[in-house]
């Protein structure tokens, strides 16, 4: 139940502000997906509440424009429009918090980022931290990286990169060229053998027509699942295809938000759910998963090339019990540098998340990669 009713409101737990602060991270390389996007930089936007009796939560804004039509302007904006109304409230008053959160549609990742810092703040008045309200069950999750679309022999040594530094699943962005991803695919498996997890993103780019002889493909080139291969919008194809029982889908792009998981549900066009906390945060991601589960799905917890900070928040979500998946948790593998004090450390293909209690934003990192 919400802490909205029949409480006493502290003056030290009501919100003080809200700041945005935009910054820049580079990476090793350029990170491309889908059809024509491609990532250079991670230009996102740290989210702070500040409560009158000092207590602070900070999390992480990652803006989209070709996924979510946001950009680093527009989060700013979306923040500074809803900031008026989150003055002067109790940091417990969740029902209260959540109206004004949920007042605007769209603007994912402002509202999600703006979510996980309430939370923060609420376990930080209370003397606690996130690690004490939200680690679930499941402490050592096997984490996946991201490969982005490159020539095959960049791919293959990014791969050799992330599973010397502790990785052992890799999410493959496919779909510009099929016959060479099959080839991919296939030299990934040969490299690494069984002990290397693979699956593929397509990012909406088959074709009814086409989808199901390639999904059969990637299965008999040893993939677990494929996320996303039809477009979101053409929901009795993608139906129709998940009841052909391929390969394993797993809905991203279809799910946003849960009243898009409902639809989804209703239609059963999936078989893994990826929440993603940079753009439901731990309200409406908490919620998804355990609806999800109910339904008899699995669940895993993606990423929206999360920096240091949205990946401790990524991880703590993949502890609860209904997450069953590798977890998207090791993009700061591509950061040059990042704004967290510690570095984020996998290994034999796991991340201990109980071992990031001291990880934290580094107050000089931030002032030197802030931008605007």
């Given at each position: 139940?919400?802490?909205?009713?029949?409480?006493?409101?502290?003056?030290?737990?009501?919100?003080r502000?809200?700041?945005?602060?935009?910054?820049?991270?580079?990476?090793?390389?350029?990170?491309?997906?889908?059809?024509?996007?491609?990532l250079?930089?991670?230009?996102?936007?740290?989210?702070?509440?500040?409560?009158?009796?000092?207590?602070?939560?900070?999390?992480e804004?990652?803006?989209?424009?070709?996924?979510?039509?946001?950009?680093?302007?527009?989060?700013?904006?979306?923040?500074?429009?809803?900031?008026?109304?989150?003055?002067?409230?109790?940091?417990?008053?969740?029902?209260?918090?959540?109206?004004?959160?949920?007042?605007?549609?769209?603007?994912?990742?402002?509202?999600?980022?703006?979510?996980?810092?309430?939370?923060?703040?609420?376990?930080?008045?209370?003397?606690?931290?996130?690690?004490?309200?939200?680690?679930?069950?499941?402490?050592?999750?096997?984490?996946?990286?991201?490969?982005?679309?490159?020539p095959?022999?960049?791919?293959?040594?990014?791969?050799?990169?992330?599973?010397?530094?502790?990785?052992?699943?890799?999410?493959?962005?496919v779909?510009?060229?099929?016959?060479?991803?099959?080839a991919?695919?296939?030299?990934?498996r040969?490299?690494?053998?069984?002990?290397?997890?693979?699956?593929?993103?397509?990012?909406?780019?088959?074709?009814?027509?086409?989808?199901?002889?390639?999904?059969?493909?990637?299965r008999?080139?040893?993939?677990?699942?494929?996320?996303?291969?039809?477009?979101?919008?053409?929901?009795?194809?993608?139906?129709?295809?998940?009841?052909?029982?391929?390969?394993?889908?797993?809905?991203?792009?279809?799910?946003?938000?849960?009243?898009?998981?409902?639809?989804?549900?209703?239609?059963?066009?999936f078989?893994?759910?990826?929440?993603?906390?940079?753009?439901?945060g731990?309200?409406?991601?908490?919620?998804?998963?355990?609806?999800?589960?109910?339904?008899?799905?699995?669940?895993?917890?993606?990423?929206?090339?999360?920096?240091?900070?949205?990946?401790?928040?990524?991880?703590?979500?993949?502890?609860q019990?209904?997450?069953?998946?590798?977890?998207?948790?090791?993009?700061?593998l591509k950061?040059?540098?990042?704004?967290?004090?510690?570095?984020?450390?996998?290994?034999?293909?796991?991340?201990?998340?109980?071992?990031?209690?001291?990880?934290?934003?580094?107050?000089?990192?931030?002032?030197?990669?802030?931008?605007?």
């Open positions: 139940m919400s802490a909205a009713t029949d409480h006493t409101v502290r003056p030290d737990q009501t919100i502000s809200v700041e945005a602060i935009a910054y820049r991270l580079p990476l090793t390389s350029a990170l491309a997906w889908g059809a024509h996007s491609a250079s930089a991670a230009e996102h936007v740290l989210v702070r509440v500040t409560l009158e009796g000092g207590a602070v939560g900070e999390a804004a990652t803006p989209r424009p070709t996924i979510y039509g946001e950009t680093t302007g527009s989060v700013l904006a979306i923040l500074s429009h809803l900031t008026p109304g989150l003055i002067g409230l109790d940091i417990t008053d969740e029902d209260a918090l959540n109206r004004i959160r949920n007042s605007v549609t769209n603007n994912h990742t402002a509202r999600g980022a703006l979510d996980m810092a309430l939370w923060d703040a609420r376990a930080k008045v209370g003397g606690q931290s996130l690690f004490d309200t939200l680690l679930g069950s499941n402490t050592r999750v096997r984490p996946s990286f991201i490969l982005g679309i490159a095959p022999a960049e791919m293959l040594a990014e791969a050799e990169r992330v599973v010397a530094a502790g990785v052992r699943c890799l999410k493959v962005k779909g510009r060229n099929h016959t060479r991803d099959l991919l695919i296939r030299e990934l040969q490299t690494f053998g069984p002990d290397v997890l693979l699956y593929a993103d397509s990012n909406e780019t088959l074709s009814p027509e086409l989808a199901p002889g390639i999904l059969a493909a990637m008999e080139a040893g993939l677990m699942y494929v996320e996303e291969p039809l477009p979101a919008r053409d929901l009795r194809a993608r139906a129709e295809l998940h009841s052909q029982g391929v390969l394993p889908i797993v809905a991203d792009d279809s799910c946003f938000t849960p009243a898009d998981l409902e639809r989804e549900l209703d239609f059963d066009t078989d893994v759910l990826n929440v993603k906390t940079a753009r439901n731990f309200t409406d991601g908490l919620q998804m998963l355990r609806r999800a589960a109910a339904h008899g799905k699995r669940g895993m917890v993606g990423s929206q090339a999360s920096t240091g900070l949205g990946t401790l928040h990524a991880a703590l979500l993949s502890t019990p209904e997450v069953t998946e590798p977890c998207e948790l090791s993009f700061v950061l040059r540098d990042d704004l967290l004090n510690l570095p984020i450390e996998f290994k034999d293909g796991w991340l201990d998340v109980g071992s990031l209690r001291e990880h934290r934003v580094d107050p000089e990192k931030l002032r030197h990669y802030a931008i605007g």
